[in-house]
């Protein structure tokens, strides 16, 4: 043991980020919106005290606990400050339609009900100046209009959507950390409008993403719109052209990561341009023997790096990428080691003051936790004996065979370390995400990004056509590989999530597998399986949805839900999460009409809806309360009648405070735990009652 702890040396710095990072967490986890002064005085305090401990001497065993409080107070003060400079308007729910007129920045991936685009409102009817967002996602009919244009809209504004259960993933405070205020609904067509010119930063936005959006259309016009689809969004990050289908078969074969612009894709262009500039110098004799290639290439591949950045429209995941590539590549300027787990360690800290919010986010925890587990795969791998003399065969079968190894302890490796991530927030595993992983890895790193890097970089020139009919050809068999394993029997297993204390711990355990050195590291493993071995909590009877519109009731391991293809996308979360094989209820023992729908018996289920705007009269509330133990109510009630004595009945005053709610059964009655019970009193919670502007309504 004292051995193991004299060997870590200077790698007790490595958990200088960890504590960092789980300061952020906790404030993220936090109910309650905490003051800023308390946290930066703390964080201070912490830090002079360590300070002071360190320059009297003061031995590790006492100077390392202290260091790392102070960076995980450091933590907590920088994930406070961070909201407080991203702070903006968030819409309000308006009860009426209004009318929006905005420049696009920018096109949105699609959803099931539309494309998307990105807005800079100007004006909304019924909102003043103060109140209107910054920007608002926006579902459109038919083509998106492209980024520059001014439109004008007849929509429902909302705010962004809360979660789709207690504890399910936050999109709206996501959305709060990326300025987005809003999400609106189209209902008639995008119309021109006539605005006054846009503030500079804007237009500079819009002109870049306009480049992007045009270089994304030629690119699917060369392949079409399938093969050109998938290759659009490998670089402009621009999802418009893949339908449903090919996005379903990239999930389920466990290749979705490679249609996000990530740590892959920047890790790829920036060695491919690396090599071939370093390739580049050594061919010219004169060059090489007056310029240090190596640093040259590096300048090459920071320029590689930060054009794909923009390229890509800068996306959180590109953006952490970019900045741990960047590391790598100063390290090499630097004279030093590229790729080390201390410059991991550096690009997570530089990560994490930027954007604190990322360490709740799936893509921040599963990409350094892959890059961790390959770092430490690294240092771990034994170094190969070279051999003084072999015939030729024989070192390419060496070579072969070595390569094939690594590949698969690499895909291995990396996916183990996901894992716990996948299960959690995703509930899904990709069973063959291995065998289809170690198939197309080697037509991504060396012939489908290379060329599809080269083909956008001359396409606008018209030189792109010879490389993108490569890229596209990688492209087509990578989709061949990933329909196969996609269908094959047993590809995905959902996985019910675990308690939320459950994935800090797995992170920790795999974490301390990759930074500990010696043997003592495999005592993180049972923490690292802990999302897969902790016992899952009985699942909900029921879960209705916000604003009651929808619900779903578990049976026999299957989540009926009562209204198909209504809030659809939070049905088929609340199940998964929950570990349910999502179902339509039985047409028969039901009756529904316009604006309800509810069981005859109890057998048929446990819940009635009424999701019309109006609160239904008595007579309709009673026929409600017959055949149902629960009774979800859109609008808002005044009194109940006598047939509801005894049944649980929600109305809008109910799920207006509490949006979405998961019910247990109990001998004393229902046990609910609402979203907002879960969520908290958070910046990102709240919003705003509208008021008439001056320009009115």
């Not at 119309?191 to 002109?207: C, G, H, I, N, T």
């Not at 290749?255 to 990530?262: C, R």
């Not at 800068?314 to 300027?333: K, N, Q």
């Not at 034994?382 to 590949?407: C, D, M, N, Y």
Request: charged share 15%.
């Amino acid at each position: 043991m004292v051995e193991q702890l004299a060997t870590q040396g200077l790698r007790w710095r490595l958990w200088g980020p960890v504590a960092f990072g789980g300061g952020a967490a906790i404030y993220f986890a936090l109910r309650f919106e905490p003051p800023l002064w308390p946290l930066l005085l703390g964080a201070l305090v912490a830090f002079g005290l360590w300070g002071v401990v360190k320059r009297r001497g003061g031995a590790r065993v006492v100077t390392w606990p202290l260091l790392m409080a102070a960076c995980l107070a450091a933590g907590l003060a920088s994930a406070k400050l961070r909201t407080e400079l991203v702070a903006a308007p968030i819409a309000p729910a308006m009860a009426r339609p209004t009318v929006i007129e905005a420049w696009v920045i920018d096109v949105d991936s699609p959803g099931q009900r539309g494309a998307r685009i990105v807005v800079a409102p100007v004006w909304i009817a019924g909102l003043t100046p103060e109140q209107t967002p910054a920007r608002l996602r926006a579902t459109v009919r038919g083509q998106p209009p492209r980024p520059g244009q001014a439109v004008r809209l007849f929509a429902i504004l909302n705010p962004p959507p809360a979660p789709a259960s207690p504890g399910a993933y936050d999109f709206g405070r996501n959305a709060y950390f990326q300025g987005m205020g809003g999400v609106a609904f189209a209902l008639g067509d995008t119309r021109q409008a006539d605005l006054s010119p846009a503030p500079w930063r804007v237009r500079l936005e819009m002109a870049v993403n306009g480049a992007r959006y045009a270089l994304a259309e030629r690119i699917v016009a060369r392949l079409g719109p399938r093969t050109g689809g998938i290759a659009a969004a490998m670089t402009t990050s621009h999802e418009t052209w893949i339908s449903q289908a090919d996005m379903d078969v990239m999930r389920d074969s466990g290749l979705a990561h490679i249609l996000s612009v990530s740590g892959l894709h920047m890790a790829i262009v920036g060695g491919f341009v690396f090599f071939a500039v370093r390739l580049a110098v050594a061919a010219w004799p004169w060059l090489a023997l007056r310029v240090p290639g190596k640093k040259i290439a590096a300048v090459g591949g920071l320029i590689a790096v930060g054009a794909y950045l923009v390229v890509s429209g800068a996306p959180p995941p590109a953006e952490r990428a970019a900045i741990t590539a960047s590391i790598a590549f100063l390290a090499i300027l630097l004279d030093r080691q590229a790729v080390t787990m201390h410059g991991l360690a550096v690009a997570a800290f530089i990560v994490l003051a930027i954007q604190p919010e990322a360490i709740v986010t799936p893509g921040f925890q599963m990409s350094f936790a892959a890059t961790a587990a390959l770092v430490a795969l690294v240092e771990a791998w034994p170094k190969r004996v070279r051999e003084i003399s072999a015939p030729w065969p024989i070192l390419a079968i060496q070579r072969f065979v070595g390569w094939i190894t690594a590949a698969v302890a690499a895909s291995l490796v990396a996916g183990m370390a996901t894992g716990p991530f996948s299960m959690q927030h995703f509930n899904r595993t990709a069973m063959y995400g291995l065998l289809a992983n170690l198939g197309t890895s080697p037509v991504a790193d060396f012939i489908l990004m290379p060329a599809l890097a080269l083909g956008a970089a001359l396409e606008p020139l018209g030189l792109g056509a010879p490389f993108l009919a490569v890229a596209g050809w990688g492209v087509d068999l990578m989709l061949a590989i990933g329909s196969w394993t996609a269908g094959l029997p047993g590809a995905v297993r959902t996985i019910p999530s675990a308690p939320d204390f459950v994935l800090p711990i797995a992170f920790l355990g795999v974490l301390f597998i990759c930074l500990w050195r010696g043997r003592l590291r495999w005592l993180g493993l049972p923490m690292a399986a802990a999302v897969l071995v902790w016992p899952r909590p009985a699942p909900p009877d029921l879960w209705i949805g916000e604003g009651g519109t929808n619900a779903a009731f578990e049976r026999q391991g299957e989540a009926v839900v009562v209204r198909p293809g209504v809030r659809a996308f939070a049905a088929d979360l609340w199940s998964r999460r929950r570990g349910l094989t999502l179902v339509a209820r039985d047409l028969d023992g039901w009756t529904c009409d316009r604006f309800s729908c509810r069981p005859e018996t109890s057998q048929a289920g446990p819940v009635a809806l009424w999701w019309g705007r109006s609160a239904p009269d008595a007579e309709r509330l009673s026929g409600l309360c017959e055949g149902a133990e629960v009774v979800a109510v859109r609008a808002a009630l005044v009194e109940l009648p006598p047939s509801c004595g005894g049944k649980l009945v929600l109305d809008g005053v109910d799920f207006a405070r509490g949006g979405a709610v998961e019910l247990w059964r109990r001998e004393e009655g229902w046990r609910a735990v609402w979203t907002t019970d879960v969520r908290g009193d958070r910046p990102w919670t709240r919003q705003s009652d509208p008021e008439v502007s001056d320009s009115g309504a």
